[in-house]
């Protein structure tokens, strides 16, 4: 029997690849990607990666890097004069969320939402497909200026530098340092990226993705739509097969350059890497979340293992995925007492 044949739930919507050493030792997709369609979920279905793509953004800037167009030491009043903080926050600081810069997301429109929702409802959303769709409206493509009118009068959480602090804004701001770097609109930049690590099915238009959102509650589904926000934090839209490939580059330190893994592995402020979290164990990688879409990523360089778990359905972290980490735990135990 295959590992993990029978740990996946019936009710689980979405696909889960298993690589060790590159090659795959588990794949299973269930449920459809597009309800409506009744189009099934493959490992060839494309769909937004929400905050996984945030790794993708911070290679396209170490990248540029490499190539000498800017420093990590640069502090970010050379791209956005208007921000006044900006002289104090280094592009390093953008990469490892310790900019101290309040999240568009995160500490305005989800806030913002709730408020409008409960001044309208009178009451806060009753339960997980009230909250979404509350949410799923205000989760739009926001402009640079319109950014800037959101977080520019809050003050920065804490100096730069001095620790850590999740924020899409950090990554929001390093896509259009990419757009100024290249003279190209993000989609174009990142798709020159997603070629030389040979993805050749992901890209930056989450309204042509393959898989649509969905939130359950007891008997009703919500449908969330294709999530497009068309920003450098949450807009990666790609499939199992080629995350699987994406895996594969980080754990072998392919394409970037030693000191550019060097930089993307360093957890410093803990837990953050460029776009990437250290986790316990050895493991690190990311989760990612827009209306109707949850994500899990896992990697272990001890073990040169990958786990990726998409899903197309609200939901809570699923157990399976601490036994699918453990399973290589229990593996190299095994063989260490043989």
Known sequence: MKPFENIIPRDFQGGVLVLKNGQVVFEHCQGNADCGANTPFTSHTTITLASLSKQFVAAAILLQIEQGKLSLDDTIDLYFPQYPQGKNITIRNLLHHSSGIPDYIGDRII????????????????????????????????????????????????????????????????????????????????????????????????????????????????????PAMESGDSSVVSSLTDLGLWCSAILNADILSADSWRECLNFDPKPYGCGLWQFDNGWFGHDGGLPGLRHWQRLNFEYKAAIIILSNTVMEEPPFLAQMMEYFIKTKQTAERL
């Open 111 to 226: 806030p913002d939402a709730i408020r409008k929702y409960e001044s309208e409802h009178g009451t806060a959303p009753a339960d997980v497909i009230e909250f979404n769709r509350c949410i799923v409206a205000e989760c739009r493509p926001v402009s640079l200026s319109e950014c800037f009118e959101l977080i520019g009068e809050l003050p920065l959480h804490f100096e730069p530098g001095t620790e850590g602090r999740y924020s899409n804004t950090n990554y929001f701001l390093l896509g259009h340092i990419l757009e100024m770097l290249t003279g190209k609109p993000l989609s174009a930049a990142m798709s020159d990226v997603f070629m030389r690590f040979g993805l050749n099915h992901t890209h930056m238009n989450g309204h042509i993705a393959d898989a649509c959102g969905y939130v359950k509650h007891n008997d009703e589904i919500f449908s969330c739509g294709r």
